[in-house]
């Protein structure tokens, strides 16, 4: 049982580059979301899924798009990288029927230089 | 949902409780307390949470006061694995269940 798996681990972009984390859980939870954190800071919710086929956007959405056309995937996409989308991004997932408490992956550490 | 306010860092010593306040005065009815950790820069673990009752499980247990203005998380018995930070967060269950981090308590065990 794997749980929520990120990839890549680690990825140097251009500015202007273009790029899409993979989020992947095998658990069934209907619900899940991308998170930044950086340096010192607590972490930021970007967008969120409640289901296939349905996203919505978070605390920090601007820059980013998302995708969830199938029920275990949550992809996360930069357009456009900028230096400040240097960060290191979490994906979790969650059921409404395990009490609430989300299962993070172990996270994707991006570059934008 | 909720503000919470907790503070900045904390330590304790191998092998005696942690206990990690969280105040939240504007909490409502329909929202739960929740408390995860982060150790070192993995991604969050979840801890415990709940509403209005105090709670225990084998990590953790939860103290909310009457009155749900505040609460506590316990670390029976600390160890040099759980210096973390520890997130307490108010959050609303509602049909999106997102939660929304603050900055934590930096807790550090010391040997």
């Known amino acids: 049982n794997a749980g929520v798996t990120q990839t890549p681990k680690f990825r140097v972009l251009k500015t202007g580059q273009s790029m899409t984390l993979l989020c992947a859980q095998d658990m069934n939870h209907e619900y899940m979301y991308w998170y930044r954190q950086d340096p010192g800071m607590g972490l930021r919710l970007i967008h969120y899924?409640?289901?296939?086929?349905?996203?919505a956007k978070g605390e920090v959405p601007d820059g980013y798009n998302v995708s969830r056309l199938k029920k275990q995937n949550f992809l996360l996409g930069l357009e456009s990288a900028a230096p400040s989308q240097t960060s290191v991004y979490f994906c979790?997932?969650?059921?409404?029927?395990?009490?609430?408490?989300?299962?993070f992956g172990s996270g994707t550490r991006l570059t934008v230089v | 949902d909720a503000k919470t306010t907790q503070p900045t860092s904390m330590d304790c010593a191998e092998g005696r409780a942690a206990n990690l306040p969280c105040n939240h005065s504007t909490i409502s009815g329909n929202e739960y307390v929740y408390w995860y950790r982060q150790i070192h820069s993995q991604g969050p673990q979840y801890i415990i949470h709940g509403l209005k009752n105090n709670e225990t499980n084998e990590m953790a247990s939860l103290i909310i006061t009457e009155d749900r203005k505040s609460s506590t998380l316990i670390l029976p018995h600390a160890t040099l694995r759980d210096t973390a930070v520890y997130y307490c967060?108010?959050?609303?269950?509602?049909?999106?269940?997102?939660?929304?981090f603050g900055s934590g308590t930096r807790l550090l065990v010391r040997p």
């Open positions: 899924s409640v289901g296939e086929g349905t996203t």
């Open positions: 967060i108010v959050r609303r269950e509602d049909s999106s269940y997102k939660l929304i």
């Open positions: 979790a997932s969650s059921s409404a029927w395990q009490g609430g408490g989300y299962t």
